[in-house]
């Protein structure tokens, strides 16, 4: 191990490198060696032509990621999420450089199999998605389609397809970590997260690439003990120490440092929302789950609005709320700081993570929705002409029991379209899998039929024929419909009772899979 500047780390970046980096929204995230990459080029054209895999979206629409949205820096950009990185959706949108959407948990589970030497990976998830090689290979903008290799394959196993996630080499490793010790020893001891730093320095160290760890602080030998080293002084190469920890180290967006991101609590503070149409949406949602079950929630109205309508209910203890990043309970965090909770009850590692939900680990998700047409099919990934990505949505959406798309009809932009732009969610491998799918707004709910979709339940006061005029499709109606449970409209909700989650749930999804 070697200490070094942050210039000498991005010096040590060969042009035309693939290079990892760890991180998810700004957790995680290597600021000082972002901003030294992106200064060095500026001043000297290199390091020049990078392939960049990142597995998370990494930025608060304002750093992080976005150093690297300079033409000439960046050739190609492997990754799941764009979503808050404005100026790097439009320089992928604009085609400056190869833009390849994977799901996030194939990316993350990619790095150990690199690590390990194996060829790729298998998985089920992305078929019938625009990541399926049949559809786009995940390539999501022309010159990707033009110049980028083919990153996934179609293998036929026992007369089913799989999606093949082909290895590659990673020639640097980026990742942070908040001790380092005089051997290079790395603790992650004030992250939020733990993410996939141990599995981008064991793939980097295995390509014979170069691993760099940017350091909060630096320790004594010994200071750190054993167990809570996260990627041994052996893998490392080089270490730089963060200049300005407060602006460069953070260990959330909004935080510097709070011990409440990593620390259990029997009292925590149960999350709260003022009464809304989206807090309805939230309300209606989770009726449909059951006691004992275990719950991914997305960004957006899902993570702003489900953990508080638990909690209203008296609930938050019935369920465990869980996020891609590899965390557990809590009180989730939303906006740029999506991906931890105050007072979790356990953090795991990201491919971790995702290997539990794409074994069909969880009973439900909740998700928003960009549009979702006639069949059923949801886009998220491309909206408005941005390329946005789309995290771990598919990866969770092609393995949970129950799938609930949670957002309102009163947009900007019109929900239900006939044919959506961009196909992120597959209803027919939904079918196929036999999950239950629903489709949860302020105004109606509606379910997902062989035929298409059906309407479940309605608002109160809301006329069937208005709703059914705002959708340019056809859907199924009973006679009559349900009505939506009057008192999610109101200030205080009445109590309710969830059933007790039914064992063997797990084991019979995975056999109908």
Partial sequence: MRLVSVGEAAAAIPD???????GF???????????????????????????????????????GFEHFAVEGLAKRIVGSHWGLMPRMSAFLGQGLAEAVCLPQGQISSLYRAIAAGRPGNLSRIGLGTFVDPRIEAGKVNQPARDHAPDYVAIERIDGQDFMFYRSFKIDVGIFRASSVDQDGNCSLDDEAVTLDALAIAQAARNSRGTVICQAKKLVPRGAIPPKQVTVPGALVDLVVQAPDPERQHRQTDRTFFDPVYISASSDSELPTAPFSSRLVIGRRAIRFLSRGDVVNIGTGIPGDTVGPALAEAGLSEAITLTVE?????????????????????????????FDFYNGGGLDATFMGAGQVDRDGNVNVSRLGGRVVGAGGFIDITQSARLVCFCFTMESRNEKFVDRVDHLTFSAEQARKNEQQVLFVTERAVFNLEPSGLRLLEIAPGVDVADLLGRIPFPVAVPEPPALMPDDIFEATIRPFHLPDRPTGKIQELSKGR
Avoid: C, W
């Avoid at 035309?16 to 980096?21: E, L, Q, R």
């Avoid at 809590?330 to 990201?350: E, K, N, R």
């Fill in 325 to 353: 990043s590899g965390v557990y309970g809590g009180v989730p965090a939303g906006g740029v700081d999506f991906g931890i909770t105050a007072h979790p009850t356990a953090i795991i590692s990201h491919a971790s993570q």
């Fill in 25 to 63: 929204t700004l957790m995680g995230v290597a600021e000082a060696i972002y901003e030294a990459i992106e200064a060095r080029f500026r001043s000297t054209g290199h390091p020049r032509d990078l392939v960049i895999v990142h597995a998370a979206g990494q930025s608060n629409r304002k750093i």
């Fill in 16 to 22: 035309g490198a693939t290079i990892a980096v760890d």
